[in-house]
């Protein structure tokens, strides 16, 4: 005999809460014995952006202009095909990037998995969390910083392959003749972050 799912709730009624509290548990035991890579989206003004972590911290952010699927997918291959959608490791992420989209926050204290940095592109992406909130610098000038005068084209290659945007700041690197160059998350994004930046900027000076 086939049961449906009302006959089912019906014979063997589970208050709503405890079938969440169950969710949660059996959540919990997959993250910690059988999960890789954990991901959530989250809504922004910048549009729905994609977490994803590892154990070891924040592992990519990324744009629906992407195709989430093609970035799962890529994931799959390049770091482990053991993927879950999952909250857990990723409320903090969350939560902090909520805080700097409202203006609450100005720096992410958030391990970090930097896996997919790599090499000189490596380099640079370390270096960009240290560029101040507010400020942006020129693809030559982070070219000199990081030791490499000649390699601002690198530095633009770094930056539109940084897969951890927001978080680590590459959106705070221009051309040097002001305009802002290319983004993952396309130019309407990186204004909007950069607009941001000098609104809530200003609002700290007016205090």
Do not use: W
């Not at 063997?12 to 405890?18: E, I, K, L, Y």
């Not at 700041?169 to 204004?191: F, I, M, N, Q, W």
């Amino acid at each position: 005999m086939n049961t449906t799912r009302h006959e089912f709730d019906e014979i063997f009624p589970v208050p709503s809460d405890h079938m969440t509290r169950l969710h949660e548990i059996l959540e919990e035991k997959v993250v910690d014995e059988n999960l890789d890579i954990s991901y959530r989206t989250v809504d922004s003004p910048l549009g729905t952006l994609m977490l994803a972590a590892t154990s070891e911290g924040v592992l990519r952010v990324a744009f629906e202009g992407e195709d989430f699927d093609h970035v799962l997918g890529s994931l799959s291959k390049s770091v482990s095909p053991r993927i879950l959608k999952s909250r857990r490791r990723l409320d903090q992420p969350a939560h902090q990037l909520e805080e700097y989209f409202d203006g609450a926050r100005q720096v992410f204290h958030l391990p970090l998995d930097r896996r997919l940095s790599h090499g000189f592109r490596g380099t640079v992406q370390h270096y960009l969390p240290t560029i101040p909130f507010g400020e942006t610098l020129s693809y030559r000038d982070v070219a000199e910083r990081v030791g490499h005068p000649q390699a601002v084209r690198a530095v633009g290659s770094a930056c539109a392959t940084n897969p951890i945007p927001v978080i680590v700041p590459c959106h705070r690197v221009v051309r040097a003749d002001g305009s802002l160059g290319g983004y993952l998350g396309g130019l309407e994004a990186k204004r909007e972050l950069l607009r941001l930046c000098l609104l809530y900027t200003s609002d700290a000076a007016d205090e």
